[in-house]
């Protein structure tokens, strides 16, 4: 136990008072005098006030600064192409504009964007009529699957047929379309039974793409386009024109004067078929006997050594109904001259019923071809599987056709053994009527550098379905009338479904917009659409 009075023990080296020191409790501080706290109190008024007025720049900087506009909800359409070979179904995802008058066209979201197509075409169902909805059914199964189910009820769906439909009996037609609407009906997306119309926006597409809708009107390029069933010709003109080959487009602050027609029954296609129809005619000149068991007809579009038995030729009606049996075989000469003069006959068929000054094909009126033009769709195709350089199409075309047309079909089939024999077989044919259509119905030069030959524009393929998606979402919000009142119908020739394209959307988006906006198309593009020529 310590005692009481005992020396507190100091550590080594420490002395006594250190220890002190140690243990001594620290002076109070100094009490503040009266100047001092005024002071104090001085420095943190003008510390507060400094805080507030930097709290008062902030504010005015959040006004007045711009804030970034609240991203839109994805919104969906849905677009089925009914082709003549086959059905394809667009389905677009997009962003609505904000409310200014330049914002009727859409944004596109390509990222969500896409297409599917399915065989045959609507028309190859004229016997069975029900089948046509039917056959449309994977298609709405595709767009359920890309669309999501809230969207479903606000998503618009629009059949629009073409020409390859036109061709059938008009009571046919009606039915094949009726078996859709019942699936588009019950589709689970918007859909009334007039949208279920033809459509053909290749012009606008094309126009769109390069920027030019919207400004001078000389700057736009005219399309001519060989389908399967029938030829598409329209581009802007300042020459007077009947009134049901006249069309008038307005679109931001540009007016259009539209010369515009669908050549029925004159696609690629059909056309094939029906020369092949005129040829076996009994007392054609084609006709080498009228023997009904070895009746054989000249053949000029096919390349010589074709065996008739690797593909039977169509009948004719006028056979047909002879009640006989009767099967004309074609013997091929494969001549590109004859060829392309048996393709004239055709391109003129009926033209001693034109009522009209001039008539170029049949008994249509057709103008001079004024400006540029795109070529497109079998144009294209022929031009590919040649090889040839856009700016020189026609003339190029002409030597490559001839060559081809005077080869063996056995050394042409192993040249291109990649290609189907069908497709193979019509591109004697494609060639001489491609010449016989351009230079000796249309007038268009052997050398003319005006026409250029492609299926896309900077990537982006002329598709009339692009065009299709525009007109719809624009005229959602614009009124689009004729000016004389007058609806302009699917027959007139510029084919824009159920309504005339007439825009009025003041300002014009800009080109970089529309850059932009359909640089990558290509994502929902077909997939056999390939590049442009350079």
Request: hydrophobic share 40%.
């Amino acid at each position: 136990m310590r005692r009481p009075n005992a020396r507190a023990h100091h550590p080594r080296g420490e002395s006594q008072e250190a220890a002190a020191t140690t243990l001594a409790p620290p002076p109070p501080p100094p009490r503040p005098t009266i100047s001092s706290a005024m002071s104090s109190r001085r420095a943190r008024g003008r510390r507060l006030l400094a805080a507030l007025l930097a709290a008062a720049f902030a504010v005015a900087l959040l006004l007045l600064v711009p804030r970034s506009p609240r991203r839109r909800p994805h919104e969906y359409g849905v677009v089925i192409d009914a082709g003549s070979t086959g059905s394809r179904v667009h389905v677009i995802a997009y962003r609505s504009s904000s409310s200014s008058p330049a914002s009727a066209l859409p944004r596109i979201d390509w990222a969500r964007t896409a297409s599917m197509k399915a065989a045959p075409g609507l028309s190859s169902f004229a016997s069975d009529p029900g089948g046509a909805g039917r056959s449309l059914a994977p298609l709405l199964e595709f767009a359920r699957r890309r669309v999501p189910p809230e969207s479903w009820a606000e998503t618009d769906v629009r059949l629009m047929a073409t020409a390859g439909l036109r061709l059938l009996d008009a009571a046919v037609a009606e039915a094949v379309l009726d078996s859709c609407r019942v699936l588009l009906r019950g589709s689970g997306f918007q859909f009334q039974d007039d949208w279920a119309t033809e459509g053909m926006y290749a012009w606008i597409a094309a126009n769109y793409a390069l920027g030019t809708l919207g400004d001078d009107s000389q700057d736009t390029t005219g399309i001519i386009e060989l389908g399967g069933a029938s030829v598409q010709v329209t581009f802007v003109t300042d020459k007077p024109l009947p009134p049901e080959f006249s069309h008038t487009l307005k679109f931001g602050d540009a007016t259009y004067n539209l010369y515009s027609h669908s050549f029925l029954q004159l696609g690629q296609n059909v056309a094939y078929e029906s020369l092949h129809d005129m040829l076996s005619t009994p007392g054609h000149k084609s006709m080498a006997t009228h023997l009904i068991s070895q009746a054989k007809y000249r053949d000029p579009c096919t390349p010589r050594g074709f065996s008739p038995m690797e593909g039977a030729v169509k009948l004719p009606a006028s056979v047909l109904e002879s009640k006989v049996e009767y099967r004309p075989y074609a013997h091929a000469v494969g001549n590109f001259s004859e060829c392309r003069s048996a393709a004239l006959t055709l391109l003129q068929k009926g033209r001693e019923e034109c009522r009209y000054h001039e008539c170029r094909m049949g008994a249509a009126f057709v103008p001079d071809l004024d400006g540029k033009f795109l070529a497109t769709e079998n144009f294209y195709h022929t031009s590919k599987f040649f090889r040839l350089r856009s700016k020189s199409f026609l003339s190029d075309l002409m030597l490559a056709g001839e060559k081809f047309c005077r080869g063996d079909w056995s050394k042409i089939k192993k040249e291109y053994r990649s290609f189907n024999e069908g497709e193979l077989l019509l591109f004697c044919f494609s060639s001489a009527y491609i010449v016989a259509l351009l230079h000796d119905t249309l007038k268009v030069p052997l050398d003319d550098k005006r026409i250029d030959v492609a299926n896309q524009i900077g990537g982006v393929p002329v598709d009339w379905a692009l065009g299709a998606f525009i007109v719809q979402k624009a005229s959602n919000q614009t009124d689009m009338l004729h000016p004389e009142g007058e609806k302009i119908s699917p027959e007139d020739g510029i084919r824009h479904g159920e309504r005339p394209v007439h825009h009025n959307q003041g300002e014009t988006m800009s080109l970089a917009r529309r850059r932009w906006d359909l640089v990558e198309f290509l994502r929902w593009g077909a997939s056999d659409r390939v590049c442009k020529f350079s």
